[in-house]
């Protein structure tokens, strides 16, 4: 890298152990991508909480030639009552993103990217109608997110739990997205 890594620790203390995990995930990063030329990891302790634990933000900038990369991950809210509280889950699905978009990024600079966008066929899983959201089952058996907005042909209103749907998958902050959703049967 052109310029050396910064890392920052905010309403926490630094930590070395931490600090080395960083330091190896970013030489990951470095060698999926040579030509990375500035990176800064910022750590955030969002709560305080004794008996749960605490909850842990991780935003990393990558600068990369004619354009920057960022990756926010404040870690989502399960349906349990707490998210997890261990730092170096918080990191490590932080630089899985990271290098998620390193990945497409490189891809777009060969030009490997599709001129169309290829869609898949999944169903309805889970829907949370008063968030505006929703998950879709793939045919691989994982579970992508979408937003009432995503939605191309038809009514967020008319779904329901089972029905079968295409989408186009693509990479968002957190991850794999659903970025475009209409109902089987409907033209896209």
């Known amino acids: 890298m052109e310029t050396p890594l910064e890392i920052v620790f905010h309403n926490m203390p630094s930590s070395p152990e931490v600090e080395a995990e960083i330091r190896e995930q970013v030489g990951k990063l470095e060698r999926r991508f040579g030509r990375l030329t500035s990176c800064r990891v910022a750590v955030e302790q969002l709560h305080r909480q004794h008996q749960t634990g605490n909850i842990y933000d991780v935003h990393i900038t990558m600068r990369v030639p004619r354009d920057e990369l960022v990756v926010s991950r404040e870690p989502h809210r399960p349906k349990e009552k707490y998210a997890e509280p261990d730092i170096r889950v918080s990191l490590r699905d932080a630089f899985k993103a990271a290098e998620r978009q390193l990945t497409e990024y490189k891809r777009k ?30 045919h691989e058996g994982t579970q992508l997110y979408f937003h009432r907005n995503s939605l191309i042909n038809g009514e967020f209103r008319r779904l329901q739990v ?24 409907e033209p896209g």
């Open 109 to 138: 600079l060969k030009g490997e990217v599709k001129p169309h966008e290829e869609s898949f066929a999944g169903q309805i899983a889970q829907l949370y109608p008063a968030e505006d959201h929703g998950f879709i089952l793939t």
């Open 162 to 185: 089972g029905d079968r749907v295409h989408f186009v998958e693509t990479v968002g902050d957190t991850g794999p997205i659903a970025s475009k959703v209409w109902p089987a049967g």
